[in-house]
């Protein structure tokens, strides 16, 4: 080996000796840390930390971190680099020439000896090198690892890494970033979510577990969120952009958040890091559908009509008729007005369909071709439209001319699209007088069609005081010309609208008109309050609207008929108009009106509608015919002086069931005034007043009479025994017993004797329920005597009962009798209102109305509801209670 090869040997061996000097130094030095990681390392992979409640992993990590770190600083200070003595001397140990150390030497005197020698000398040295083995330091290793820690910890690291697979990055990750929000209690933390859809979809709330992904929810869906903390967590939202807000403070001391969804979006709570977490993702929502089932056309009393379906995959929440003049005025191109359509049922259904009818003779386009198309609107606001269809509008005919000239100068008005002219400010007011001059042309502004309107009205009204009959008409149009005179937009001039069309129906009708639009009008208020779910006290108000309404229309056109020739219907006691026959007489009429309030307050909405636009119709086909003689009215009922002219066996059945209902109705009060002494009140509060009857008991109405009465008056007939309420309850009782008895002995004798007067000719009645009738009345008289009103109440119930059952029988007998008289008579089959007098619809099989029984029985519910939602001390118990009576 020459000298230079054996150098660079020698320098390979200097540095792997160097090198594993130095990780032996480093072995000396940093064990304790490399072992203390290799242990930690373990511990998470194998889930160690994962296993500790989050408070003891949060509280560990800082006392680990800080032993590591004591380690590392210990360590660092223990470890000494090797020095280039230690690399010599650990390879001159494996030869006595120390021939690393001994290749440095030099002489001490080069002339000493001869050059040669020391060249010898040197290669000697090389070749010895050459020879040199690199320490292996295996007793130093040994005596410093006995146990081999060095292998064993970094096999079992990786091995537990190969165990734990996939999940071994996390459990890393968490033994290294713990939740230190424990240390303040944000473990403990519960954040409770739900989801609420839009009303419109129908859809139930949506209870968010923790971790829930993809959650799929409506548009505009609310989610709420609520927690207990020390202080107000932040709410995130991350969607089309990154939303943060913070939790409010609630009355309990609790945190609130509201979060709505119109995307997908990731929701996080964070409070000393991220609590709760939620992905949403967004429902589709279809634009509606909607199309003409029937083409529109012409129906009655100038209405429109057509057929119509529709659908949404949410539902339907509004309908209505889009309608646009074919040849526009070039002032206002698009102009545009919709009219909406009643919807069958509640809103919100996914599938419709249903007639219309529409009186769009008061539109500004009346009488004009028009093109319609129907738009449905969904929750959302997402609008659906039909295809187009020309029509012409039906407008209301005029024949008197000054109806006609009213009705003229009202859509001149309405049918002007421009708007006024600017006003010109007058600046000068205050230096001329403070007259405002400019301001007094106002006229002069207005566009075409106002100008010509208000020339209209002035020359209708031209002294108008010599020429008018009616001079409130005459007023009127003057108040309308002073209103376009004064007016200074479209809008104000607008006004006049309602006021000329009122004078316009005036003058061609007379007061029917403005009975039947304030008819209308009820009813339009009480089926909108019906479909659109109002309160039960605005429900009670527009019902008791409808109810006046109704009888001033009846009213009218019964004083319209008297000023025609016509019969004038007759009254009974209360007022109540009878209509010249029998099936809208009186109590007839108040049955249904009885019904419908039933409905109402019972909560069955879509019957109470049906029942609604049934009475409404009826009213409005109502017509007065001529009687067959002078002064027919009601059965059973005649002028003073005259004679009836039923047959005797009808006459003798209507007087038994007019006596029976007086004992009903005063039976029905009795039982009223037990049960009020039986809660300590006193008794006879509400019924002092003769023929006022309870609204309790099964069948009955709210004047006492029965469905089945045919407009029966409350009074006695000539020489009938009075029913008084004087005494106490068990007399009162008893006089309610004999005039069963002597009811009974009546009809009983009714076969038997024939005089007149003798017994009730042809009114067979029931004698095995009078019996039943009179021995619950016995009982109850005794119960009273003794004090037990409890038992008392039972009887007379039952008496209760039995009398209505026996008077819908009689009323069932009498319509019979009447039916076979008209038939033997060949009287017409029909009413004034056009029903016939037998069959479906008079006795309102049309209209599905339920039974009085099934209407106290809702209303009994209905109370108890209320009675329970009153008492209620459970929160989720009144909830629920509060669910099913918001049904009603």
């Known amino acids: 080996m020459d000298h230079g090869e054996g150098l660079n040997t020698l320098g390979r061996k200097l540095a792997a000796t160097r090198r594993r000097l130095t990780l032996l130094a480093l072995g000396r030095a940093w064990w304790p840390p490399f072992v203390y990681s290799g242990a930690f390392l373990g511990i998470a992979l194998a889930g160690g930390f994962d296993r500790l409640s989050s408070f003891v992993g949060a509280a560990i990590l800082p006392i680990l971190i800080l032993a590591g770190l004591g380690l590392v600083w ?12 230690d690399v010599v001397c650990a390879l001159d140990g494996q030869s006595d020439l120390r021939p690393v150390a001994s290749l440095f030497d030099r002489p001490a005197d080069p002339s000493f000896a001869p050059a040669h020698l ?5 290669e000697r040295l090389i070749a010895e090198i050459g020879n040199l083995r690199l320490p292996p330091l295996d007793a130093e290793w040994a005596a410093l690892d006995p146990a081999r820690l060095r292998f064993i910890v970094p096999v079992a690291v990786i091995a537990l890494a190969l165990i734990a697979g996939s999940a071994a990055p996390g459990r890393i990750a968490r033994a290294f970033s713990p939740d230190l929000g424990a240390l303040a209690g944000a473990d403990k933390m519960i954040v409770e979510a739900w989801v609420t859809p839009p009303e419109y979809t129908g859809r139930a709330p949506i209870f968010l577990q923790a971790g829930m992904k993809d959650v799929r929810v409506p548009v505009g869906s609310e989610v709420t969120l609520r927690t207990q903390a020390p202080s107000a967590p932040k709410l995130i939202l991350h969607g089309d952009k990154r939303h943060a807000s913070r939790f409010t403070r609630t009355p309990d001391g609790a945190f609130e958040a509201l979060a709505r969804i119109e995307s997908d979006t990731r929701l996080t709570v964070n409070w000393w890091g991220e609590r709760a977490r939620w992905s949403f993702l967004i429902l589709p929502d279809e634009a509606p559908l909607i199309a003409f089932d029937a083409l529109p056309e012409p129906g009655e009393r100038d209405q429109i009509q057509f057929k119509w379906k529709a659908g949404d995959d949410y539902g339907v929440s509004a309908v209505e008729l889009a309608i646009r003049l074919r040849e526009p005025h070039p002032a206002a191109p698009d102009a545009e007005d919709r009219v909406p359509v009643p919807m069958p049922g509640a809103a919100g259904a996914k599938e419709l369909a249903a007639t219309a009818q529409l009186d769009l003779t008061r539109h500004r386009w009346a009488g004009l071709p028009v093109d319609l198309q129907l738009v449905a609107r969904d929750g959302a606001g997402q609008e659906g439209f039909s ?18 000239a009213v009705q003229e100068a009202r859509v001149t008005v309405l049918r002007e699209p421009r708007p006024y002219a600017e006003l010109q400010k007058n600046n000068q007011a205050l230096s001329d007088g403070a007259i405002n001059t400019a301001a007094t042309g106002r006229l002069d502004a207005a566009p075409e069609g106002v100008r010509l309107a208000a020339l209209m009205l002035d020359s209708v009204t031209y002294r108008g005081e010599m020429f008018f009959d009616d001079l409130g008409a005459f007023m009127g149009l003057r108040m309308a010309l002073g209103t376009l005179e004064a007016a200074g937009t479209k809008a104000e001039a607008d006004a006049v609208e309602p006021l000329l069309w009122a004078i316009a129906l005036k003058l061609e009708y007379g007061s029917v008109a403005d009975a039947r639009a304030r008819l209308e009008a009820a009813r339009a208020a009480l089926e909108r309050a019906l479909r659109d779910g109002a309160s039960e006290e605005e429900i009670r108000r527009l019902m008791e609207a409808f109810r ?37 007489g009186g109590q007839d009429f108040e049955d249904m009106l009885n019904a419908l309030q039933d409905l109402t307050e019972t909560g069955a909405a879509d019957q109470a509608r049906q029942l609604l636009s049934d009475i409404t119709n009826l009213l409005e086909n109502l017509e007065f015919q001529r009687g067959a003689g002078q002064g027919e009215g009601m059965p059973g009922q005649q002028a003073e002086g005259e004679e009836s002219d039923l047959p005797p066996e009808e006459q003798a059945m209507t007087d038994a069931m007019r006596r029976l209902n007086e004992i009903l109705r005063e039976q029905r009060q009795l039982n009223d005034d037990t049960l009020a002494q039986q809660r300590g009140e006193q008794p006879g509060q509400m019924g002092d007043q003769p023929g006022v009857g309870s609204e309790q008991g099964e069948g009955g109405n ?5 469905p089945g009465e045919q407009g029966q008056g409350a009074q006695e007939g000539e020489g009938e025994p009075g029913i008084g309420r004087g005494g106490t309850l068990a007399e009162r009782q008893a006089e309610l017993g004999e005039l069963v008895e002597e009811l009974a002995r009546r009809g009983g004798r009714s076969g038997e004797e024939g005089e007149e007067g003798a017994g009730l000719p042809g009114a067979r009645l029931d004698e095995e329920t009078l019996r039943a009738i009179l021995d619950a009345q016995r009982r109850a008289e005794r119960a009273l005597q003794s004090g037990n009103e409890g038992r008392a109440v039972m009887d007379q119930e039952r008496a209760t009962q039995l009398l209505s059952e026996l008077s819908r029988e009689m009323a069932d007998q009498i319509d019979q009798m009447q039916a076979a008289r008209r038939g033997e008579q060949g009287q017409s089959s029909d009413d004034p209102l056009g029903r016939p007098l037998t069959g479906a619809g008079n006795d309102g099989q049309g209209v599905e109305i339920p039974s009085e029984s099934e209407r106290q029985r809702a209303k009994d519910i209905l109370d108890e509801l209320r009675r329970r939602y009153e008492q209620a001390e459970d929160e989720e118990e009144r909830e629920y209670l509060r669910r099913l009576l918001e049904r009603f």
């Open 74 to 85: 210990v360590s660092w200070r223990r470890y000494r680099k090797p020095h280039e003595a």
């Open 118 to 122: 020391w060249r010898a000398h040197r």
């Open 387 to 404: 295809e187009t269809v020309p029509f012409i509008l039906p407008e209301k005919l005029f024949l008197e001319p000054l109806a006609q």
């Open 548 to 584: 006046d309404a109704a009888n001033e229309y009846l009213a009218a056109k019964m004083a319209e008929a008297m000023a025609g020739g016509l019969d004038a219907p007759q009254q009974q006691e209360d007022g109540q108009a009878q209509a010249g026959g029998d099936s809208l």
């Open 702 to 706: 709210r004047d006492g009479r029965e």
